[in-house]
């Protein structure tokens, strides 16, 4: 039926031109177009192929969940075999994001990727991948890996038939292009750039230029106002600091708006809710000038972000340590992730998810070990003030009183047919990429640009038969940096925010922009690993991430004192699961799942008495009035949980965005009352805030009277009740129904409607555990609980399906299973034998090179 509606939506546009691409007709063509793809949706029962390299077959059966298990001799053999097998079922994707992180998807889509492949060669991505590939020892074990693989990419091209085609290139005209071992290193530093790309040296430029330097610093504070940290502190409990955030100072005298289009150059950032007309109640707030992939909060506490947690067996029903993995990242069909399992006889057995176009598993279990990760959001990227010879077209920088020449690297944009689209010419100085900003040029250094540690700490992990043995096995990786969390069987559990962290001069805070003129302003070197934050068999017998602050900045700790980063994401998803973890001392696996859905939410609960308090001394004296006494009795009936049938939820949210909107109007740029603000301070900050009854953030300059934080509640949860029932009807007509608000989007690739899944009711909302943003395109993205006895267990699922044809079942087949919240047994068998004939799907010979 899916196959027969998607063709049915193509042959609907086959005059229609894809961007640049021909007309769809010749795709419908029944022998060699989609025709023949949707008969080859589904995989065979047996079949064979040759691999050049392979020094002896492989073999390799999808069990009943469609997971290839992959038997080889060789460690380079089973790369070689995954390389193919995933090839074989993603080929589209991988090209998509390789060519994202070299910068030219102009070859396959034509010109309007020309943006996006310019932001991508301006931050200087596909030369770091040229540099650190010349860097590799090509004798080394990650070259043999990144070349195996590659054979096994080129094999599959080189073999497939019209029928294997996939749809996507039939639909635009083009052929797939052969693989590179460079290619691994372009998907990395996509990686790097979705998950360590941050401005947070603009963002706080742009604040003081609106409120001064003073509250620019509260507002984007070097640590976290909320204190929940990865590494346990005395305090188990989510803490506020006692800091007061200062008033807001003067504008700048020459405008207060210069610098916002920095921000906007390069970046993935939007900006926040604007002045005026009051927002639509249900719109997600977009992320702002503050927070970008890395941070996700800027008061919407948005959805990418990740949770892991490990429980030790003494807390554990079983006796045995148990792991849970929920990275959190953009929803796509096909997904992000492809699950493997790769058996080599003493040597390796491993099975997880590995990102299609990188070889090996990046999140999983062996017999021994199991490990996930969390992205730590370091600042691992500063910005320098460079002194030129020429403001518009420079030849030279400064340094120490020394000109230095440019290095100069032309980029040429080409299009489908090799035509050139644009050429430019980028800048470097010896820290890296040089590009306008603050007025002048400024050069840029970042970590991701430095790698070439994370292939080998990722091949060397699965190796691993404890959890100190995996520690040392990744104590070389570098970027992009993560919360790694591993347990093990004999019950010990670990955590280590790992990856490389600048060391800077004087104050050591990488949020301000330098001065690029001496060389005293770069970096000293690197933070050394026994100073990463980091915990091993806590007393409290867990441990949590989820994005938060790593080290209490008030506990003792080796990391104390160390800038690791500034402005983080709330810790309301920690202060919950932690909540959760502390009450259970005989957790199950079952636990584990269910958790990773919880509906609960810290933020909820924590703000929530503040309206109905402050609208209580309201009403108390005579203020209130009728929408006010409503609007806090419909919001006291909430339960505070996010299902899909509560109807309260979106009250509280709209609740939430207009006490953003008046809490922050002074962040609207005095020149433009009617533009959007230039930040969206977390909502820790808020929380910080309320702290402050009187504080001159609660007043409204446009008003002659002095507000105060109980006039800001009252008023903010009373225009909620107005516009949520003006948009969705009264409160109990159905319309304020949670599962009609949020919903899951999986947008395909080239946001093809009848290729997505859009519209999804889900359970939860921002900052649970499980979060649901309005926009609904990120999210958990694979879960896995893993307990470790004697022998190993694991149930995982992600949203979606191995296959990348949009017409095969096997496509978005896993989708019911996520939105419910339940997992999958996953299989491991020992060898081939160990699958029952009743639980293979298919199965692939794979032999050498005739």
């Known amino acids: 039926m899916i196959a027969v509606l998607v063709l049915s939506a193509c042959i609907a546009i086959g005059s229609i031109r894809f961007g640049p691409a021909p007309p769809l007709g010749p795709a419908l063509d029944p022998v060699h177009g989609i025709w023949a793809v949707a008969r080859s949706a589904e995989l065979p029962r047996t079949a064979a192929g040759h691999i050049p390299g392979l020094s002896a077959r492989v073999d390799v059966r999808y069990d009943g969940r469609n997971v290839p298990h992959i038997f080889a001799t060789s460690e380079a053999d089973a790369y070689r075999a995954l390389g193919y097998v995933v090839a074989r079922d993603r080929l589209f994707q991988i090209e998509v994001q390789v060519r994202a992180g070299a910068g030219t998807l102009t070859e396959l889509v034509g010109a309007p990727a020309l943006s996006e492949d310019r932001d991508t060669r301006r931050l200087g991505m596909p030369r770091a991948a040229e540099r650190m590939l010349a860097a590799l020892d090509t004798t080394s074990a990650d070259a043999i890996e990144m070349r195996a693989y590659a054979d096994g990419v080129n094999a599959w091209i080189d073999q497939m038939g019209p029928a294997d085609l996939p749809i996507e290139y039939q639909l635009l005209g083009r052929r797939p292009r052969r693989w590179a071992p460079i290619d691994a290193l372009h998907l990395l530093n996509r990686m790097s750039r979705t998950l360590s790309y941050d401005r947070v040296e603009s963002a706080r430029e742009v604040v003081a230029r609106v409120v001064g330097d003073s509250a620019a610093r509260a507002l984007l504070p070097l640590h976290s106002p909320l204190q929940q940290p990865i590494v346990p502190s005395a305090s188990a409990v989510l803490r506020l600091r006692t800091d007061r955030l200062p008033p807001p100072g003067p504008p700048d005298a020459d405008g207060s708006t210069m610098g916002v289009a920095a921000l906007r150059d390069g970046s993935s950032r939007a900006f926040g809710a604007t002045g005026g007309a009051p927002p639509d109640p249900t ?37 045995y340590a148990l792991l849970a993995g929920d990275p959190h990242l953009e929803m796509t069909l096909p997904s992000l992730w492809y699950e493997v399992h790769l058996v080599v006889p003493g040597q390796l057995d491993v099975a997880g998810v590995t990102i299609p176009g990188g070889p090996g598993v990046i999140l999983g279990f062996t017999r021994d070990v199991a490990w996930t990760f969390t992205n730590t959001g370091s600042d691992v990227m500063d910005y320098y003030a460079e002194t030129v010879d020429d403001r518009r077209d420079p030849t030279q920088y400064r340094l120490d009183g020394v000109w ?30 040089l590009r306008p900003g603050g007025g002048g040029w400024q050069s840029m250094r970042w970590t991701a640009l430095e790698g070439g540690g994370a292939f080998g700490a990722l091949r060397a992990a699965p190796h691993a038969h404890s959890t100190a043995e995996w ?5 070389g990786y570098d970027v992009p940096a993560q919360n790694m969390l591993v347990a093990d069987r004999s019950g010990s559990i670990a955590i280590r925010s790992t990856g490389r962290y600048p060391l800077r001069p004087g104050d050591g805070r990488g949020d301000v922009v330098r001065d690029g003129s001496t060389s005293a302003s770069d970096w000293t070197g690197a933070l050394s690993l026994d100073r990463y934050p ?10 949590a991430s989820n994005n938060q602050e790593p080290v209490d900045p008030d506990a003792p700790s080796a990391a104390r004192g160390v800038y690791l980063g500034a402005d983080w994401p709330s810790p309301w998803r920690a202060a919950h699961i932690n909540a959760l973890l502390r009450a259970d001392s005989l957790v199950t696996p079952d636990d584990m799942r269910r958790w990773q859905t919880d509906p609960g939410s810290a933020r909820a609960d924590y703000f929530v008495p503040y309206f109905l308090n402050a609208l209580r001394r309201a009403d108390s004296g005579g203020h209130a009035g009728p929408r006010g006494r409503d609007a806090a009795r419909l919001l006291g009936e909430w339960d505070r949980r996010y299902t899909r049938e509560n109807d309260r939820a979106v009250l509280f ?12 109007i002074r962040l609207i740029p005095p020149r433009q009352p009617h533009g959007p603000r230039v930040a969206t301070p ?19 300059p446009r008003t002659p009277a002095i507000e105060t934080r109980d006039d800001g509640l009252t008023a903010s949860l009373t225009v909620a009740l107005d516009s949520v029932t003006a948009r969705y009807g009264p409160p109990d007509g159905g319309g304020w129904e949670w599962a009609r608000i949020r919903h899951a989007n999986f947008n395909h690739l080239l946001y093809m409607r009848p290729f997505s899944r859009l519209g999804l009711p889900v359970q939860g909302g921002i900052e649970t555990l499980s979060p649901s943003s309005g926009g609904g395109t990120e999210g958990p993205s694979w879960r896995m609980v893993v307990q470790l006895g004697p022998e190993v267990h694991a149930w995982a699922t992600y949203p979606g399906g191995q296959s990348g044809n949009p017409v095969s079942t096997r496509y978005a087949d896993r989708l019911p299973q996520w939105l419910a919240g339940t997992l999958d047994s996953v299989r491991m068998p020992h060898a081939v034998s160990g699958l029952a004939p009743s639980d293979i799907r298919a199965t692939l010979t794979l032999d050498p090179a005739r």
């Open 283 to 319: 719109a997600d707030p977009a992320p702002d000038a503050t927070h970008g992939a890395t941070h996700p909060g800027a008061g919407v506490e948005a959805t990418l972000g990740s949770n892991n947690w490990a429980v030790s067996p003494r807390r554990t029903q079983a006796g």
């Open 404 to 433: 230095h020449p440019l290095e100069r690297r032309l980029e040429t944009y080409r299009g489908p047919a090799g035509e050139i689209l644009a050429r430019e010419v980028v800048l470097y100085t010896h820290r890296g990429p």
């Open 471 to 475: 520690l040392r096995a990744t104590a």
């Open 534 to 543: 980091a915990a091993i068999d806590p007393p409290q017998g867990y441990l």
């Open 653 to 664: 949210e709209a609740a939430m965005r207009a006490l953003r909107n008046r809490a922050w």
């Open 682 to 700: 977390s909502d820790a900050v808020l929380a910080e805030l309320l702290a402050d009854p009187k504080s001159l953030w609660w007043d409204d």
